[in-house]
């Protein structure tokens, strides 16, 4: 069992930056693959971004591509997703994922806990 805790999220202006952190309990963190959600009010849940347990590959959706970051660091049981020139349609409730599988997947289905979610508002 895994339980996911993010923060970090907040309302910001349109070109700021915002780093959510995703606490993770148990000592088998290092096992599974992060992933990063998000979903907007009337829209499904849809992946920003993933990472494979060691930290060497991560897999970005084509929205976020250069302007996101996902990083872990497994000493710490703690997944990051750094936010930068963020835009008004990045406005969404934030979730971190854990897959047992400990490779990088995009869909939501294939992910085995969650956290309760960040809100992350960006204004114009």
């Known amino acids: 069992q895994v339980q996911l805790v993010e923060s970090g999220g907040g309302l910001v202006q349109a070109g700021d930056s915002l780093r959510l952190s995703c606490a993770a309990s148990?000592?088998?963190?290092?096992?599974?693959?992060m992933g990063w959600f998000r979903q907007a009010p009337g829209k499904e849940r849809e992946f920003v971004a993933g990472?494979?347990?060691?930290?060497?590959?991560?897999y970005y959706a084509d929205s976020v591509k250069g302007r996101f970051t996902i990083s872990r660091t497994n000493a710490k049981n703690t997944a990051y997703l750094q936010m930068n020139s963020l835009k008004p349609e990045d406005t969404a409730v934030y979730y971190c994922?854990?897959?047992?599988?400990?490779?990088?997947?995009?869909?939501?289905?294939?992910?085995?806990?969650w956290g309760q979610g960040t809100q992350v508002t960006v204004s114009s």
């Open positions: 994922a854990a897959d047992r599988t400990s490779t990088v997947r995009t869909a939501s289905y294939e992910y085995d806990y």
């Open positions: 148990g000592r088998t963190f290092g096992n599974y693959a």
């Open positions: 990472i494979n347990w060691s930290g060497s590959r991560t």
